[in-house]
Every structure is written in structure tokens, then in C-alpha cells.
């Protein structure tokens, strides 16, 4: 029987300087399990790698050290592969959302008793993301910053491009198409940001949709429907409340699929990256997601 391994992705710009402590902790602690790690930092090398062997000797799973991108990077490129997580990032919001600390023990840990977690996925064209995604204002200031990042964000990172979209965003208005669960006809919404939510989990500890479910095959989508920077405002507050679920001008509705047009394109963010520009359709993949969690989690699948 030969050795169980598993493949580790390094994110080159979240695995360096301290951060580097904790994937070698990570490997230590492996190799004493009787688990064989191995590195890559180039993820086209990685992938073919895993695909040469996945049939004769498949790893356990595969490794995402970095943040909420390098998550969303591996679960497009290994489909049918177990990830798990080593948080790396700034957020790191799926990490903390399934209770993985930034210890390389405590992930060696969890990969050696191997419980899996089965949650559903949301696919834009043909692009995969497990957490959220938003149409408007924030995913312009994530536009922006995509286009001057250099190696690792802080929150500090994102001041300039806030204060450049709040002087130059021109709030377009989207016309969504939902195909809610349990009816055949589709519903059409107008409003000036969307919010399509898979997993409560945001940055800033924000909160758009608390009900919404990791594994219910729905995606719970939250319109803002006034137009402008005082009414956006507005609504930052309410969320930051807790109350901007039964404020006027906000819609609240499950879909399983969410067509969104604009006159003029605008910008769309996934898990906190810039991923293009409307028209876009989002849809939910039920189960399609497979984690290695920690014990304590909820799992479905052991």
C-alpha cells in the first residue's frame, strides 16, 4: 500500500514571511502522521500532478493555503477532490465560518481523521464559488483594488479604492430574473445593488442574509432597490445594525438561478474577487463542494 499524501497549493503572496512558520508546521506535523505533503507554489504544475496520479494514487485531499481566492482557485480546478484548508489570508471567511484555526497542527489534525462536509456551490458561467457574490458599488471598490494590488491587502488596502468609487460610481440599474423554488415562472426584480448570498459569511463581520443555509440548494438573494450614495449609506448602517432585512427598499427572495442585466456593464465580485462584468447568471450546484472540517463541525459525509 503505498503512503497517503496530499497536495498542497501555496498562495506566493499569502504563504510568505510569517505565515511561512505555519506551513511548515503544517508539513512537520503531516509527515508525522505517516502523511506525505507535497508543496507546489505553480498551480499549473500542481494540477497536472494530481491528475497523473489521481487514478492509481489519489491524494487525500487537496490543501488551500492561502485565503478565500486560493479556496475558490482549487475547488474550479479539482472538482471531484476533497479540499481543505490552511487559512492564510486576510478574511479567511470560509475558514472561520467552518472553525479552522491558523495552526498547521490543528489542519494536520483535521486531514488525518478526514471528516468531509458536503456544501452546495454557486456557479457564474463557468466559473465556480462557494460563499457570495455582489453586483454594484462593492464590487467596483474590489474592481479597483484588483487592478492596483500589490502581494498581500490589508484592510488599509482598500481605502483608496473606496474613496475613488464613491466619486466616480455612476449606480446603473439591474434588472434580475429569479427562478425562485416551486415556480415555474420567473420573477423580474429592478434595483441598484444585489447581494446573492450561498454562505453568511462576509468581510467587516457583516451580515446580509443570517438565515441563509450552506447545503438548502438555494441561493438567498438581497436587492437594494434606491439608487445613490446617501441611500447606500443607509443601508451600510441597517446591515450593520442587523435591521436592513425589513427596511423599505430592500427585497429579500430564494432563487435557484439569477439573471442580471444592465444597460451598461457592471462590475461583479466573488468571494471578495473581481470576476467580470454584467450580464451575468449565477446558479446554485447542490452538494458540489466537498470540505475536510474539523470534528466538531456538522458533517454529512464521514
Known amino acids: 500500500m503505498s503512503t497517503p499524501w496530499v497536495a498542497i497549493q501555496r498562495n506566493p503572496t499569502s504563504g510568505t514571511g510569517n505565515r511561512a512558520s505555519l506551513l511548515k508546521d503544517l508539513i512537520q506535523h503531516l509527515k508525522q502522521k505517516g502523511i506525505r505533503p507535497r508543496l507546489y507554489s505553480n498551480r499549473e504544475r500542481m494540477q497536472e500532478r494530481v491528475l497523473q496520479k489521481s487514478v492509481e494514487d489519489p491524494p487525500l485531499c487537496i490543501v488551500a493555503a492561502g485565503g478565500d481566492g486560493t479556496v475558490q482557485e482549487m475547488i474550479n480546478r479539482y472538482p471531484d477532490q476533497r479540499i481543505a484548508i490552511l487559512p492564510l489570508g486576510t478574511e479567511n471567511l470560509l475558514a472561520r465560518y467552518l472553525g479552522i484555526p491558523k495552526s498547521g497542527q490543528f489542519v494536520a489534525e483535521m486531514i488525518s481523521q478526514s471528516v468531509t462536509r458536503e456544501i452546495d456551490l454557486c456557479q457564474m458561467d463557468e466559473r465556480k464559488f462557494i460563499l457570495m457574490a455582489s453586483i454594484g458599488f462593492d464590487a467596483a471598490v474590489v474592481l479597483d483594488l484588483s487592478l492596483i494590488r500589490k502581494g498581500n491587502i490589508s484592510y488599509w488596502s482598500y481605502l483608496k479604492p473606496i474613496w475613488k468609487t464613491v466619486w466616480s460610481y455612476s449606480f446603473e440599474p439591474l434588472s434580475i430574473t429569479t427562478v425562485e423554488p ?111 472540517v474539523p470534528c466538531s463541525t456538522r458533517s454529512n459525509d464521514q
Not at 190 to 203: D, E, K, L, M, R
Not at 241 to 257: C, D, F, N, P
Open 182 to 292: 416551486g415556480q415555474v415562472q420567473e420573477s423580474e426584480l429592478t434595483g441598484y445593488h444585489a447581494i446573492v448570498v450561498n454562505i453568511s459569511a462576509y468581510g467587516l463581520n457583516l451580515n446580509f442574509a443570517p438565515e441563509a443555509q450552506d447545503c438548502d440548494g438555494l441561493l438567498d438573494l438581497i436587492l437594494f432597490e434606491k439608487k445613490g450614495l446617501w441611500n447606500m449609506l443607509k443601508y451600510v448602517y441597517r446591515i450593520m445594525r442587523g435591521t436592513h432585512l425589513g427596511s423599505e427598499g430592500v427585497q429579500v427572495l430564494q432563487a435557484k438561478e439569477i439573471r442580471i442585466q444592465s444597460a451598461h456593464p457592471v462590475p461583479v465580485q466573488t468571494d471578495g474577487d473581481a470576476t467580470g462584468m454584467t450580464p451575468a447568471t449565477i446558479r446554485i450546484i447542490p452538494g458540489a463542494a466537498r470540505f475536510i
